[in-house]
């Protein structure tokens, strides 16, 4: 039995539901038990870092602290999401290169009755347990359906490989953990050198046109080498390849539809399990199509809104595009 | 400025070396930054992907540190830009933290208010209010207030990205709280004063 503690973030049961969907429905036959961490709170993701420092390791550290009192036969945190992890381990990390900083956030966390030996646990994301803990063997006698004839461009984010404290992963830049994993289940891997490149982050909401060249770079690349489809393993690059490539055609006037999945889901197809099952369905740009490639039929949804039957109806402001962009955002 | 020796003056040296903003900026970031190690060799600039909107690539930047540039380096929208991607700190053969640093730069600019846009800097804010409200993330809510303010424009053409994210249950009308808000407030009044004191 592989059991860890297990932090979900905040985007797990919200913009990422479906990627807790489809990790749940791979637990059972890969004998892996996750344990919640009870009550744990936000990460503050890259945002509290850029305010100030020891309340922003606090709130990092509370999950730390929550999570070492909760200890039972496993010192692992598993993260599914990047930035999550990425936040968990570097205050493990930083909490011991700088003791001064160790020491005010311990003496942070016990107003409220808590602290947190920096070491304690282990932090790791979820791909590299499935990988590295479980391994490609296991996962491949899994495969009930291989995925042979999807084409995808394996996508491993920035926050992942990089920057490795621990040095779990193959390589910062070109890591081949994910490529390994989707050939295991069958896929037709694409060599995509960015496959570490950033997707924007929050930059999609904060400064647009740095966010849409990034993501076009990332779309384009991918539907150059034939790729079906995308796959991450981070909910803030799904979120931002998936929802925000309609707004990014629009700036650049392209037609680009090029679907992002999340590793698990593509798993759960490769053992068998339904669409449904999987959150299959909630991208918004579909991968119906796309699985079509390897017979998996995805009911089709009803499309939000009914379509406006005159062409004209309220007066609404020019659309956002490469042309009038930067008009708004200069105080 | 401190007195001029007669031997610098010589030189042609006109200011005296004055490292306090690089010591500050190292004592506010949260490892070990290294930042006086930079040999500006220029691999960050050249390894990042956004540099091309930055004002100053991260090797300038970093040279206006040393330089004791205050308002410019504060002013500049390089941190802001910076997606924190990594892939400067992975290359960098000084291993100089300069993600870590922007977190830091972001930081003091907010507190001087010395940035130029205010978008960046509210939505950070307006992210961590809710956390600190709830305990978790809130989508909606951070979606909702932060475009209505800085995108109005972007408002119409981000309607059927946002209606596909509602319909599909993709983010939920109501944030989540966590049980023991009582705790998290009292730490992080805690760490706030432990941040002021520093």
Known sequence: ?331 | MPHMTDERVRAGITHEEDLSLLNEVSMKTAGVSRLEMCIQCGTCGGSCPAAIDMDHTPRMLFAMLRAGMRQEVLRSNTPWICVSCYHCVVRCPQQVHIADVMYTLKGMASKAKLYRSSTAPDFSKTFVDMVKRFGRGYELGLVALHYLKHFPLRLPGMMPMGLGMVTKGRMPFVPHKIKHMDQLRKIMKRAKELELNS
Not at chain 1, 168 to 176: A, G, L, V
């Open chain 1, 1 to 331: 039995m592989n059991k860890y503690l297990y932090y979900p973030g905040c985007s797990m049961d919200s913009s990422a539901k479906a990627y807790q969907e489809s990790l749940d429905a791979v637990l059972e036959p890969l004998d892996l038990h996750l344990e919640e961490i009870d009550d744990w709170n936000c990460c503050g993701a890259t945002e509290f870092l850029g305010i100030n420092l020891i309340p922003a390791y606090s709130l990092i550290a509370r999950n730390l602290a929550l999570a070492a009192n909760q200890m039972n036969g496993t010192r692992t945190v598993v993260a599914p999401c990047s930035a999550c992890y990425l936040n968990l381990a570097k205050a493990d990390h930083y909490m011991q290169e700088r003791p001064a900083l160790g020491e005010k956030v311990n003496e942070a966390l016990a107003a409220g009755g808590l602290q947190y030996k920096p070491g304690t646990l282990d932090v790791r994301h979820l791909i590299d347990v499935l990988v590295y803990d479980i391994g490609l063997e296991t996962i491949r006698s899994k495969v009930t359906q291989p995925l042979t004839g999807l084409r995808v461009a394996p996508y491993m984010g920035c926050m992942l490989p990089r920057p490795d404290y621990q040095n779990r992963w193959s390589d910062h830049e070109h890591p081949t953990e994910l490529d390994d994993l989707l050939r295991a289940l069958g896929a037709e891997v694409i060599d995509y050198p960015l496959t570490t490149s950033c997707c924007g982050g929050h930059m999609a909401q904060i400064g647009p046109e740095t966010a849409f060249e990034l993501l076009r770079r990332l779309v384009a690349d991918a539907d150059e080498r034939g790729a079906h489809m995308m796959v991450t393993v981070c909910p803030m690059c799904q979120m931002n390849v998936d929802a925000y490539q309609g707004e990014m055609n629009h700036f650049f006037g392209t037609r680009y539809h090029m679907p992002v999945l999340f590793f698990t889901q593509l798993m759960g197809l490769a053992f068998g399990k339904k669409p449904a099952e999987l959150g299959i369905g909630t991208e918004l740009v579909s991968a119906r199509d796309a699985l079509t490639n390897i017979g998996v039929e995805v009911p089709v949804a009803e499309e939000p809104g009914a379509k406006r039957k005159k062409a004209e109806g309220l007066p609404m402001p020019p659309r956002w595009t490469k042309h009038t962009a930067g008009k708004e955002t200069v105080k």
